[in-house]
């Protein structure tokens, strides 16, 4: 069974990828299609991802730019996480934007850096776009 995580940007998603992790059962993908990624998949279409256990779980943050029917067409399952606090949302994410801390766990500052009009309104726009 492969299962596909597509969320919003600190919505809790890798959190939620890591249960499937620590189950034997599962093999796990991070933003296979993030060049960033340690598990960046190099351009391999997703009906091609390898996985020697029981099942897959594929975490992909959603982009308003990427097609996703290739990997939702593979899918067994697909849960889609929004986040409803906005604020906490904005501020995680302003964060992680600021610190490179995508994926561990951290206490929210104020921030060093200036949040620009620019990142808040890329926030919104990613936030309009999934929704």
């Given amino acids: 069974m492969i299962i596909t995580i597509l969320a919003e940007p600190r919505s809790g998603s890798t959190n939620l990828t890591n249960w499937f992790r620590f189950n034997k059962n599962f093999t796990t993908l991070l933003e296979p ?3 960033a990624a340690k598990w960046y ?3 391999i279409e997703p009906k091609d991802y390898k996985y020697n256990t029981k099942h897959l779980c594929i975490k992909e943050i959603y982009y308003p730019n990427i097609n996703w029917d290739l990997l939702l067409d593979v899918s067994d399952k697909i849960t889609v996480l929004y986040r409803e606090n906005t604020q ?3 501020e995680s994410f302003l964060n992680a934007w600021n610190t490179g801390n ?3 766990p951290y206490i929210y500052e104020n921030p060093k850096k200036p949040i620009t009009k620019e990142k808040t309104e890329y926030f919104n726009i990613l936030k309009s776009e999934f929704k």
Avoid: G, S
């Fill in 33 to 35: 299609t993030n060049i």
């Fill in 41 to 43: 998949q190099n351009e």
């Fill in 88 to 90: 906490e949302q904005l």
């Fill in 102 to 104: 995508w994926h561990l």
